[in-house]
């Protein structure tokens, strides 16, 4: 990878987080609000939505479409990934590298699904569809247990974490 495709990855996404965020908080920041208590565990986007005394539609509009192309791109982005790296992979010649190789990819994959699929669960609904526990639901599994998992999915795949993990289980199973 080039220098500058490196620079451009990094840059990229931090400068589409911030032109996002920047313009949902000037439009969110133009809103009346009838109530102070935000029924969250932070202060999201779709939390003071709700709280607003006016028409918020166009808010609601804008800010889904925010949401779509900011998460639809990076999808697009990790999906042409992957497909690059299963081609790679499929070249590899001795079956246990593919088994390897794609044992790492499928743990990876598993976080990437779970992380997008609670983000466009929460953010990509028309209209507020969902309830507001649903949304409180979603936002836990994209901010606590994902990050929760990474550590545990990559730390199992280690083969002394894995085996002394077995051996507390086996004690707590099989007390002697």
Not at 44 to 59: K, N, P, Q
Not at 83 to 89: F, K, L, Q
């Amino acid at each position: 990878m080039s220098q500058k495709v490196c620079v451009w990855l990094g840059a990229v996404p931090y400068a589409m987080g911030f032109t996002d965020s920047l313009i949902s908080v000037c439009m969110i920041s133009s809103l009346g609000f009838c109530d102070s208590s935000i029924n969250n565990f932070f202060c999201d986007t779709t939390a003071l939505l709700a709280l607003s005394c006016g028409e918020a539609f166009g808010m609601e509009l804008v800010i889904f479409i925010l949401a779509a192309f900011t998460l639809l791109s990076s999808l697009l982005l990790i999906t042409v990934t992957y497909v690059s790296i299963i081609s790679a992979i499929l070249r590899i010649q001795s079956a246990a590298g593919r088994w390897k190789a794609f044992s790492t990819c499928a743990s990876h994959l598993t976080g990437v699904t779970v992380f997008y699929g609670s983000l466009i669960f929460t953010y990509l609904q028309p209209d507020n569809t969902s309830s507001l526990t649903q949304a409180q639901v979603a936002s836990v599994f994209y901010t606590i247990v994902i990050p929760m998992l990474n550590p545990l999915i990559y730390s199992l795949r280690n083969k002394d974490v894995k085996n002394a993990f077995l051996r507390v289980m086996h004690g707590r199973l099989f007390p002697q």
